[in-house]
């Protein structure tokens, strides 16, 4: 790609057609320029709510979501997760200290890895957690961002250890590790999630630093099976595809997290679109890359409004509730995704959809999303974590809230357009 046409579409994310401010109009959120100087604004604003996090939460406890119950107290204050031994965590605990890391990343502030290292050393023991599939989101968050960051001999160790232990949940006849161990009341036999392919990316890394060379190709079956058997020919994504562990048929797609079996959980299709572009990264395998485009495509054609999904794109009106932490994971996927297409495919108006696309979420998160004058200790509002708990069991509490995973995925999406800027100026 020529400079030219890199600059040419510089100009059509930073100008794209902007409403006159004649006669009143105001420039729509989504479609404001959206760069270095906002980034900088919401890493300010994200050291303000993590430095409260900080200084009322003890090392040991990890944030998970915030309460949305107004009458209570503790209205917008984080709900916690401890870890006491030898039961395995919580899937969320590994993003409250990967915020941190992403912190000390942009600001370079010794403060903010030294508050890293406390909450990632308390997670240590997490390398044996063999229970379920999310030991890749528990890790590599933590303990990933440690090793990238502030290297240490301690850390490989353990995140090839962590990589051992999903490799146990592996199983060559399906062809992909088991997601969840429980089956009672979905009866379910060998469930896997969308959500897996995330994990994927702790098996890369093992492969490729000294640990077993058998987890690259684990990975990539896990990743095959998923594109398989996950991805609708819309590229709409089912939640839990359940297998026969003897014969690895498939007996059943389902859904656990989405409105109806038949719907398209926004969380799931956001994990499809940053999972396959990492699988990608890894392999180089076309396929992967295309799979990543088939589910970027669904997502935006599905969010082109408002650039932030509902928590499912086929939920009935009445059951509308916004996911910020679908379009902050998205984001992320989205701008890496750009990255491929302009550095190894050629493809610049896939580039350019992908770019903006990432750019008019982002806008929408920090500019409508931001928990800013609020009493929520979190950095984004409105994020669905189980909506179907709801009906489920009667729990509305994860419904409405700041995520922490939303938060991560947000700082690491601010950080990866932030790069993405100064490659491209």
């Not at 990967?98 to 997490?126: C, H, I, M, S």
């Not at 026969?244 to 656990?256: C, E, H, L, S, Y």
Request: hydrophobic residues 40%.
């Amino acid at each position: 790609m020529t400079r030219a046409a890199v600059l040419f579409g510089i100009s059509l994310l930073a100008l794209v057609p902007v409403p006159s401010h004649a006669a009143g109009q105001s420039i729509p959120d989504t479609i404001r320029p959206f760069g270095e100087r906002e980034i900088d604004k919401a890493f300010d604003y994200a050291e303000r709510q993590l430095a409260n996090t900080v200084a009322t939460t003890p090392v040991g406890a990890f944030p998970v979501f915030t309460d949305n119950r107004k009458t209570e107290p503790t209205f917008g204050k984080w709900s916690t997760r401890t870890l006491p031994k030898p039961r395995f965590p919580d899937w969320r605990v590994g993003f409250f200290p990967g915020t941190l890391w992403l912190t000390y990343e942009y600001t370079q502030d010794p403060y903010w890895r030294e508050q890293a290292e406390k909450w990632t050393n308390e997670l240590e023991y997490v390398q044996n957690n063999n229970a379920d599939h999310d030991i890749g989101f528990e890790m590599m968050p933590s303990f990933g961002n440690a090793l990238r960051l502030a290297p240490d001999a301690r850390y490989e160790p353990i995140l090839r250890r962590s990589a051992d232990s999903l490799a146990s949940r592996f199983n060559p006849v399906v062809g992909a590790t088991q997601s969840w161990s429980w089956a009672i009341p979905q009866n379910w036999t060998f469930p896997v999630i969308v959500d897996n392919m995330m994990n994927l990316e702790l098996l890369f890394w093992s492969a490729s630093h000294g640990g077993n060379p058998k987890h690259y190709d684990m990975a990539v079956s896990h990743a095959l099976r998923t594109r398989e058997n996950h991805v609708r020919p819309d590229g709409g994504t089912y939640h839990v595809v359940d297998y026969d562990p003897a014969t690895g048929n498939v007996i059943k797609r389902i859904t656990f997290q989405g409105y109806e079996n038949e719907s398209t959980w926004a969380r799931g299709e956001a994990w499809a679109i940053y999972g396959f572009t990492m699988t990608y990264r890894f392999t180089k395998d076309a396929r992967f890359l295309e799979t990543a485009e088939k589910v970027a495509d669904y997502f935006i054609d599905h969010v082109k409004k408002d650039w932030v999904p509902n928590w499912d794109f086929q939920a009935p009106a009445q059951y509308t509730q916004k996911d910020s932490s679908a379009a902050a994971i998205a984001a992320a996927g989205l701008i890496e995704l750009a990255q491929f297409e302009r550095t190894q495919r050629g493809g610049f108006p896939r580039y350019l959809a992908y770019r903006v696309a990432a750019g008019r979420i982002l806008n929408a998160l920090y500019r409508s999303y931001r928990a800013e004058g609020t009493p929520n200790q979190g950095l984004l509002l409105h994020g669905t974590g189980n909506y179907p708990a709801l009906w489920r069991a009667n729990n509305p509490s994860e419904i409405d809230i700041a995520l922490i995973y939303g938060d991560y995925y947000f700082l690491e999406a601010l950080l990866r357009y932030q790069q993405m800027l100064r490659e491209c100026h």
